[in-house]
């Protein structure tokens, strides 16, 4: 079971990004998926979830309104689109997958399997 996260970058306040976390030899349509990040000098904290079967999804407050999460279950792929960027949205982002995921959850502790992370820098 594998995760590759790709789209990470370095873009201007009020710009966008889609982040992509690929799977393999899994179907990650069975596993709830969640996006977490950990900016410098700071603990990881939860983004953003959708739960297994394309179930609810789950945000953070402080992303809420500006990212949303998504599937492609043709390519196995669980999207971030992340809009209106601020600078304290700089951090490495991490996809990680939960094999009992029916419903999601922002708690890295329920996830088994994770990425290696991309950088995502928000700076003018």
């Known amino acids: 079971l594998q995760l590759v996260e790709s789209g990470g970058g370095l873009v201007q306040p009020g710009g966008s990004l889609r982040l992509s976390c690929e799977a393999s030899?899994?179907?990650?349509?069975?596993?709830?998926i969640g996006w977490f990040r950990q900016p410098p000098g700071k603990e990881r904290e939860g983004v953003a979830c959708?739960?297994?079967?394309?179930?609810?999804?789950n945000y953070a407050d402080s992303v809420a309104d500006r990212f949303t999460i998504s599937r492609d279950n043709a390519w196995n792929t669980v999207y971030l689109e992340m809009d209106s960027l601020k600078p304290e949205d700089t951090a490495v982002y991490y996809c990680?997958?939960?094999?009992?995921?029916?419903?999601?959850?922002?708690?890295?502790?329920?996830?088994?399997?994770w990425g290696q992370g991309t950088q995502v820098t928000v700076s003018s």
């Open positions: 959708i739960s297994s079967r394309d179930g609810p999804t």
């Open positions: 030899g899994f179907s990650s349509d069975y596993y709830a």
């Open positions: 990680a997958a939960d094999p009992r995921g029916s419903i999601c959850i922002l708690e890295g502790i329920v996830y088994d399997d």
